[in-house]
């Protein structure tokens, strides 16, 4: 059992360029999350899906996309990169009837 | 003002020591509180969750007072291993589910 994997694990972009970064999860889990990680904050809610083919806005959509076409696979995508987007993105699934959360290992993004 | 407010410290504590964080949450709608360990570049991961009667995990307790809306973690018997950033966390409603609402965490560093 992998768990919550994600790739890639860290990424240079230059301003502008677009990127996809991808959530896989084997726990059979139907909810999933994307949420940013910068320095004096709390991890904050990207983008979020309750099951297969459900999307829905977090705290911070802005600048980002998601989609969730498979039930294991949750896709965060940056069309156009800015500096500002520069963060450690960590996904996250949770079965329905439980409060736990499982992170899988982050990405580490740099925007130049 | 943050959903959820923490010191952000860190307490540098002796191998041994006793520490107590404590974190504020200011949506009183908030239905369930946790405590996650955050190692030095890895992911969180769930450490307990917090009940309203108070509960204990072996050198772990927590504490949750709604009427003040304060949730704490008591460290006993500090170890080396338990160095680590701690983050408070809160749920509220949002649509027919909820959300996690992260503090910025609480760093502890135990010394030899």
């Known amino acids: 059992n992998a768990g919550v994997t994600q790739t890639p694990k860290f990424r240079v972009l230059k301003t502008g360029q677009s990127m996809t970064l991808l959530c896989a999860q084997d726990?059979?889990?139907?909810?999933m999350y994307w949420y940013r990680q910068d320095p004096g904050m709390g991890l904050r809610l990207i983008h979020y899906?309750?099951?297969?083919?459900?999307?829905a806005k977090g705290e911070v959509p802005d600048g980002y996309n998601v989609s969730r076409l498979k039930k294991q696979n949750f896709l965060l995508g940056l069309e156009s990169a800015a500096p500002s987007q520069t963060s450690v993105y960590f996904c996250?699934?949770?079965?329905?009837?439980?409060?736990?959360?499982?992170f899988g290992p982050g990405t580490r993004l740099t925007v130049t | 003002r943050k959903e959820v407010e923490q010191d952000p410290g860190p307490f540098n504590v002796p191998e041994g020591a006793t520490v107590a964080f404590n974190c504020t949450y200011s949506?009183?709608?908030?239905?369930?509180f946790f405590w996650y360990r955050q190692d030095c570049r890895k992911e969180p991961k769930l450490l307990m969750s917090?009940?309203?009667s108070g509960n204990e995990d072996g050198r772990f307790t927590a504490q949750l007072n709604r009427a003040s809306q304060y949730i704490s973690l008591l460290i006993r018997d500090s170890k080396l291993s338990d160095s680590a950033t701690y983050l408070c966390?809160?749920?509220?409603?949002?649509?027919?589910?909820?959300?996690?609402?992260f503090g910025s965490g609480t760093r502890l560093l135990v010394r030899p």
């Open positions: 726990m059979n889990h139907e909810y």
């Open positions: 949506n009183s709608a908030s239905q369930s």
């Open positions: 996250a699934t949770r079965d329905r009837h439980l409060s736990e959360q499982y």
């Open positions: 899906s309750v099951g297969e083919g459900t999307t």
């Open positions: 917090v009940y309203s």
């Open positions: 966390v809160v749920n509220i409603p949002m649509d027919s589910s909820y959300k996690l609402i």
